[in-house]
């Protein structure tokens, strides 16, 4: 049979291995533990000689159907689910890295996770940041104990997009781990696996989930690295194939031993929400394009980073790796124009930090999410103090237009 599309494989995902009553949604499983009539088999689950469950910590049936639905999207070979997509980020990296190893890793990054490696330098882990959207920087920061690069899509708040294609050719040539964090473009508009990514990120608080009304995370294999050549899998994880060595490790060390699972409650949100991805995500596309445009002719705006617009630096490679262009866009404002005084007069436009809900959202992001990492950070990140982030909705286009049009008089 020829293989399904993304909307229909996600759509039909839950009723593909059985489900009780025939129930068209996996059921929120809310049992921590497991009980096994033969006490054998009990011990061969827990040895790894049999699938099944064993704690709530590791693995629960409805976080599992939302695993597999984020692999189905991503075209991996598995998922490990977790509480957020800072849980997946945290946990993969403590998960594969030890003291003395090295990372690069784009300096164009979601604030948080900037702060985390900074944590992973006070470890023991050497990070170089530098400017990925072009492949030589990243190339000339590689290390004898380099093990694993990590880059942003579309990069949060000034849009940069990494050399992704290049980056994949280069790690593949080097045996590096490729992480790509996918969360801004999500699976609907680009797959990493398309430029050997080895390990692919999603918050699916954004995008994927979309509604605002759960966290959580994913980090999915793709396949495509061969953990043979990785030198820090502990021998334990060795038993299965290799292609799961990796993951097996992540799960083990990242979600058993850290415990940042995810819940049943909110994979269900989760799972709900990724079933209308491709129509929000585009719709939000087309908001973002519109408003982007607007403020680009808009005399109290000196800047618009969106990479639909023919004045971003990496506007052809968007066209030419994703199927659009995205949902968040910032922008400069001119002197003497303040970015409160703009947020404010804004009605169809909340205030506030998420990105990928179905409302529009904006934050001050110099003042707010990156204000922590200090004024010279934020400068060499591209962030102006009067930058403004929008992540758009998927509101009628004329009234965020009259929003902006009001609001930018
Ligand atoms: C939000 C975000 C994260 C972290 O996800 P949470 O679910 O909020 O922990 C990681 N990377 C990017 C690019 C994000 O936008």
Not at 20 to 39: F, P, Q
Not at 73 to 80: F, L, S
Not at 397 to 404: A, G, P, R, T, Y
Request: hydrophobic share 40%; proline share 2%.
């Amino acid at each position: 049979m020829a293989k399904k599309g993304f909307n229909t494989t996600n759509l039909h995902s839950d009723r593909k291995d059985n489900p009780e009553h025939g129930v068209l949604h996996k059921a929120i499983h809310t049992s921590v533990a497991y009980g096994y009539e033969d006490a054998r088999v009990l011990a061969e689950v827990f040895q790894g000689k049999r699938a099944g469950y064993n704690y709530g910590r590791q693995l629960n049936p409805t976080v599992t159907a939302l695993q597999n639905r984020i692999t189905a999207m991503e075209d991996g070979i598995a998922t490990a689910a977790f509480a957020t997509g800072m849980a997946a980020i945290s946990s993969t990296m403590l998960s594969l890295l030890r003291q003395g190893d090295h990372i690069v890793s784009s300096a164009y990054l979601f604030g948080n996770t900037n702060s985390l490696f900074g944590t992973l330098q006070n470890l023991g882990i050497e990070v170089s940041f530098v400017d990925a959207t072009d492949v030589s920087h990243v190339e000339n920061a590689i290390q004898q104990n380099t093990k694993l690069v990590f880059v942003e899509t579309i990069a949060n708040p000034a849009t940069q997009i990494a050399d992704l294609a290049a980056i994949g050719e280069l790690c593949k040539d080097r045996q590096l781990i490729y992480c790509v964090d996918n969360t801004m473009t999500s699976p609907h508009l680009f797959l990493p696996k398309t430029v050997d990514a080895s390990l692919v990120v999603n918050s699916l608080t954004k995008y994927i989930g979309g509604h605002g009304n759960a966290l959580g995370g994913a980090i999915t294999d793709t396949g495509q690295y061969n953990w043979s050549d990785f030198s820090n899998i502990i021998d334990t994880y060795k038993s299965q194939d290799s292609s799961l060595w990796g993951i097996t490790q992540i799960r083990k060390k990242g979600l058993r031993d850290m415990g940042s699972s995810l819940g049943p409650e909110a994979a269900h949100h989760l799972a709900v929400g990724s079933e209308t991805l491709s129509l929000r995500m585009d719709k939000a596309c087309s908001n973002a394009i519109v408003l982007a445009k607007f403020c680009e002719s808009n005399s109290k705006v000196n800047r618009v980073y969106y990479p639909g617009l023919k004045s971003h630096p990496q506007h052809d490679r968007a066209q030419e790796l994703f199927k659009n262009f995205g949902a968040l866009f910032s922008i400069d404002l001119v002197d003497n124009v303040d970015c409160f005084d703009i947020l404010n007069k804004m009605d169809s436009v909340v205030a506030s930090s998420n990105l990928g809900d179905t409302r529009t959202l904006a934050i001050p992001v110099a003042h707010t999410i990156y204000f922590e990492m200090g004024a010279e950070r934020r400068a060499s990140m591209g962030i102006a103090d009067s930058m403004i982030r929008f992540s758009t909705g998927i509101e009628d286009i004329d009234d965020l237009l009259q929003d902006f049009e009001q609001a930018l008089a």
